[in-house]
């Protein structure tokens, strides 16, 4: 059965690679070696199994052109004994991998990992596997049995950000936020959640690699806009809000009613019955929203279905 090997959603892609292409003996004793003198810093990616990092992470660190590796496994229990393995091999900076499908076996195999020598953390690998079929003929446009498909970029940003923010607060190591950086302010969010460098793949393969230049200067303009020397001084800057929901004050609302277009979306979605609106000229000040507080849980729903932007939170950035 033929299923394409990608397909762009919006700057979401759906892949089925499988490693790499080059044998390790090419890649060490040509591809490396080729990047001599190259001006940024050169991150090799190494795995899968521990048994392939102890043939390859010697060489490569011997090529002496490598600034870190990147230890990538499938397995959580894996990671941690690859890392072990590469460790034992170079004193090279580690980065360990992981991954959101892990679920919260995440955690505690970055903290295994550190354990076991790495330096910090790359997140997170792409999120899968993932099945989409076209109803007419059931055949998979993405994945399948025996071809699982993988989705990257703009859809994966918040679980990627979500996991960065969750390394950030429980350990002190570097990460490369990794997961739908697709323009410069996607780059300041996740550097805002925790990220000490930020990884991409699924932008320059969308739009080229035109794409690195066009969003340096393009971050470079929001970091001099908003009076920022570097990315770097906004690192975190987000941790400090991300409160558990216990501590979280209720929402507060604000109605201007010269901007309401009496849709009644606020009314008819709210789930709780917690809505009412007296008056019937839209976008005048007989207008007035009523707010059941008894029956009202917060959850902001009515100010998210505004498009007018007449209600709007008192105590929340919408
Ligand atoms: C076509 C494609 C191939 C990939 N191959 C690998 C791989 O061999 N090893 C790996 O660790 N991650 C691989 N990834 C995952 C990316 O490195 C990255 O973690 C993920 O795509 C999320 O970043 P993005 O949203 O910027 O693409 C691949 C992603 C894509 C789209």
């Known amino acids: 059965m033929v299923v394409p090997r990608s397909s762009n959603l919006r700057a979401t892609l759906f892949n089925t690679e499988k490693w790499a292409d080059l044998p390790w003996e090419q890649w060490v004793a040509q591809e490396l070696p080729a990047m001599k003198g190259h001006p940024g810093m050169l991150i090799a990616s190494?795995?899968?199994?521990?048994?392939?990092?102890?043939i390859i992470a010697g060489p490569?660190?011997?090529?002496?052109?490598?600034?870190?590796?990147e230890c990538v496994a499938y397995t959580k229990d894996t990671i941690v004994a690859l890392v072990r393995a590469v460790r034992e091999r170079t004193d090279l900076p580690i980065l360990a991998k992981l991954t959101f499908n892990w679920g919260d076996d995440l955690y505690p195999a970055a903290e295994a990992a550190?354990?076991?020598?790495?330096?910090?953390?790359?997140?997170i690998d792409s999120i899968g596997p993932t099945l989409q079929i076209d109803i007419e003929t059931g055949?998979?446009?993405i994945g399948g049995v025996g071809n699982k498909a993988w989705m990257s970029g703009a859809a994966i940003r918040p679980v990627a950000q979500a996991v960065v923010a969750e390394l950030a607060h429980r350990f002190d190591a570097p990460i490369v936020g990794t997961g739908g950086i697709i323009q410069a302010e996607d780059a300041v969010e996740m550097t805002m959640v925790g990220a000490?460098?930020?990884g991409v793949c699924t932008a320059p393969l969308l739009r080229g690699l035109e794409w690195f230049e066009r969003t340096h200067k393009s971050l470079s303009?929001?970091?001099?806009?908003?009076?920022?020397?570097?990315l770097a001084d906004l690192r975190g800057a987000a941790l400090k809000h991300l409160h558990p929901v216990e501590d979280t004050a209720p929402l507060t609302f604000e109605f201007e009613p010269l901007k309401c277009t009496k849709c009644d979306l606020c009314v008819v979605l709210c789930p709780y019955d917690a809505r009412e609106m007296e008056g019937d000229k839209?976008?005048?000040?007989?207008?007035?929203?009523?707010?059941l507080e008894d029956r009202c849980r917060y959850c902001g729903l009515c100010v998210e279905v505004c498009k007018p932007e007449a209600l709007t939170y008192g105590n929340w950035p919408r």
């Open 196 to 198: 000490t460098a930020l």
């Open 114 to 123: 550190l354990k076991a020598g790495a330096t910090g953390f790359t997140a």
């Open 139 to 141: 055949q998979p446009t």
């Open 46 to 54: 190494i795995g899968h199994t521990p048994a392939e990092g102890e």
């Open 282 to 291: 839209p976008k005048t000040s007989d207008l007035k929203q009523i707010l």
């Open 60 to 69: 490569v660190a011997a090529t002496g052109v490598v600034d870190a590796i």
């Open 221 to 230: 303009g929001w970091l001099d806009g908003h009076g920022y020397a570097a």
